[in-house]
């Protein structure tokens, strides 16, 4: 007589646990939807949890995604780097600028640029330059593989922040007393006023600005010749050495400063590095980076990665990169001398000439 009973209480219980709500069920937490059109789980709640403990380290994810062999070396398409989220990035073709964000720092490059800057402070690019190919930036193996390694100090990028805030604050006798510590690159020499040889001058045969401090015979006071001698500014790092520098032809100039005439007012950096002619580039302390532009000749011992001192012997002064230098003259021979603090132009601070002059004469003294 108990048969019915317990046919009734089976049926019950199978109805029950037939209308329990499907997200009871074991397999999805209360954390995590379906995604009905692809039926793939999406994490809805803190990504950066996701995958906790079995991440799968940037290097081995760049290393599956797809790349290309350039002049032997391997080369990723920066699109896929940023649709993969593996970095943050912004870039514009004309300028051939690409500027990354990679676990708080921050990374700049320039297109065919043997260099490349990590929170303001620049650094040798030593196997293959960033490169356009294929309507895209591609960059090299060695340098991704060294960004997504972790970095050796986490406050690197709080104190680039930090430097940056302070140095565009700084007034003119600040900025002084900030860079004194630099002695002159060429002997004797001293600076004259010559508006059309200071930062900011306009550079009007590529539509562009100038962005260094011009050392002429008649502005510094003594003469300058291919056999002059030019010398470190301050101790530092080497970061580039152009020692196999082949000069441009005319026309193959005149090409470039055309391409260079369509960037609203200034020269896109990958074009100008191509008229700076031969050069040496030394990362100096407090976050200064001096370029030594349109050397005639390099001291071949310069290694890049190398340390140098204050003082010692960089190259002579040239007109490599210039229209004389592309015409095998002696003629426009001059040091161009770029400065820039934790990767900033920091002259634009200073539109009134009075305070450039301020600058530079505490540098490196004043000729009358």
């Not at 997504?148 to 604050?169: L, M, T, V």
């Not at 990362?283 to 050397?295: D, K």
């Amino acid at each position: 007589m108990k048969r019915p009973s317990i046919y009734v209480a089976a049926v019950l219980l199978t109805i029950i646990l037939v209308l329990l709500p499907p997200n009871n069920y074991a397999g999805l937490t209360s954390n995590q939807t379906t995604n009905k059109s692809t039926d793939k789980v999406e994490d809805s709640g803190d990504s950066s949890k996701k995958n906790e403990g079995t991440s799968i380290p940037a290097i081995q994810q760049m290393k599956s995604l797809p790349s290309k062999k350039i002049s032997g070396i391997s080369y990723y398409p920066l699109m896929n780097l940023v649709q993969s989220k593996l970095i943050q990035a912004k870039s514009r073709e004309i300028d051939g600028i690409v500027e990354l964000t990679v676990n708080q720092d921050n990374y700049q490059l320039v297109r065919n640029v043997p260099v490349y800057m990590r929170n303001g402070i620049y650094h040798p690019l030593t196997a293959g330059n960033m490169r356009w190919e294929d309507k895209d930036f591609w960059l090299p193996e060695s340098f991704l593989e060294g960004v997504f390694q972790p970095s050796s100090d986490s406050s690197d990028a709080k104190s680039y922040a930090k430097n940056k805030e302070k140095i565009s604050k700084m007034s003119a006798d600040e900025m002084a007393e900030y860079l004194s510590f630099v002695q002159t690159p060429i002997k004797g020499s001293k600076m004259k006023k010559n508006d059309s040889s200071l930062p900011g001058a306009a550079r009007t045969y590529r539509k562009g600005i100038h962005e260094g401090v011009d050392f002429y015979t008649p502005t510094i006071g003594v003469p300058v010749t291919k056999n002059t001698p030019v010398y470190s500014l301050a101790e530092g790092t080497i970061v580039r050495v152009d020692h196999d520098y082949k000069e441009m032809t005319t026309p193959e100039r005149e090409k470039i400063l055309a391409q260079a005439t369509h960037n609203n007012g200034q020269t896109p950096q990958d074009l100008l590095d191509r008229v700076r002619g031969r050069t040496v580039w030394i990362q100096h302390s407090n976050g200064l980076l001096a370029r030594y532009i349109h050397l005639s000749r390099i001291e071949p011992k310069l290694r890049v990665g190398e340390k140098i001192k204050a003082g010692d012997y960089i190259g002579n002064v040239g007109n490599s990169g210039t229209s004389d230098g592309a015409k095998g003259n002696n003629e426009g021979v001059h040091l161009h001398l770029d400065l820039f603090l934790y990767g900033e132009w920091f002259w634009k601070q200073y539109p009134n000439l009075d305070e450039k002059y301020k600058i530079l004469f505490r540098m490196f003294g004043q000729y009358h």
